[in-house]
């Protein structure tokens, strides 16, 4: 199979956004590799990771270097559905009500601290992340092509909070974990921050790219070539999941699809045509460990989501 790469000449564009990323988010490398990866698949991502760790700075940051409409919603107890959707208002000079967009009419959506809101308004986002559009009293309203949720949430606080629902949680390609920063990571991120004046926080990047180049490279992204012994690697993971003696609920066809689609933008981003079984395994913690559910004596044996899924690589062979 040829090596060649047709694309070549659009990847620069991405490496044009993680540059300038990466001199301010110093150690979260992995991080912005695996959203870019959902950004050229139009997967929507979940940022778990303890206060302070940069997850809003790495969505506001990632919104002016693709130029995009930003909107930040922060989830609380009292946020209701309309306040995420729109509502329709009276206007009295055409005697009618009038629908009013809600902060879900963008291109890139941060829903701050997702948890915090019941589980009435996190269901409010459904429809929008599965077919991009909003049903509100008997009309469908379309929304952006682009339209990407990014959602925070703290591992560490649990009172206040509400678990998000199954079915959520399956629209969200990945489930990316932001760690703290290594104590060297940590000293850049100090000298950086040194010369500013008290109490700035004003960070800024230059647009690199434009919606519309984005989703020319997600045309390109699509277009890598899949060999059937991949997407039977795929399908043997994905029902390993189902029958695994720790797992209670495995991974959904969902799953499969967007694990395809995954790995494809992961191949895209590592300048080839073609896709190995190294994109399959890259991308399956972030993808599996918010869809699997584990026995109840599993988690009292100190097994983790993580650790299962790496035995999932011990049971199912790669493809030659």
Sequence with gaps: MSTANPTSSLIP??????????????????????????????????????????????????????????????FTPDLMPVDVLG???FNPQSNEFQFTPGP???????????????????????????????????????????????????????EGTYPLPE?????FLFKIAIPYPEKEEEAMILRSHHKQAPGSTDISLSPALTENELLALRDKANE??????ILQYI?????????????????SPRASILWLKAAKAMAFLDKRTYVIPDDIKKTAKPLLRHRLILFP???LEGRSTDGVIDELFLKVSPPR
Excluded at 134 to 156: E, R
Excluded at 167 to 171: P, S, V
Excluded at 235 to 251: F, K, Y
């Design 13 to 74: 564009q991405l490496q044009s956004v993680i540059d300038p990323l990466n001199q301010w988010l110093f150690g979260l490398e992995e991080p912005i590799e695996l959203i870019l990866t959902a950004l050229l698949c139009g997967g929507h991502v979940l940022l778990e990771g303890p206060p302070g760790t940069a997850k809003t700075l790495l969505i506001k940051l990632l919104s002016q270097s693709f130029n995009t409409p930003f909107k930040r919603i922060q």
């Design 87 to 89: 509502t329709n208002v």
């Design 104 to 158: 879900v009419f963008t291109s890139f959506l941060l829903a701050d601290e997702i948890n915090r809101a019941p589980a009435k308004t996190q269901s409010a986002l459904l429809e929008c992340m599965q077919e991009r559009q909003v049903s509100f009293d008997g009309k469908v309203y379309p929304l952006s092509p682009m339209f990407t949720v990014f959602a925070t949430q703290n591992p560490l606080e649990h």
């Design 167 to 171: 079915a959520q949680l399956d629209r």
């Design 224 to 229: 890598m070539d899949v060999q059937e012994s």
């Design 235 to 251: 399908l043997d993971l994905v029902h390993q999941t189902r029958h695994h003696p720790s797992i209670a609920i495995g991974a």
């Design 297 to 299: 004596q599993a988690e």
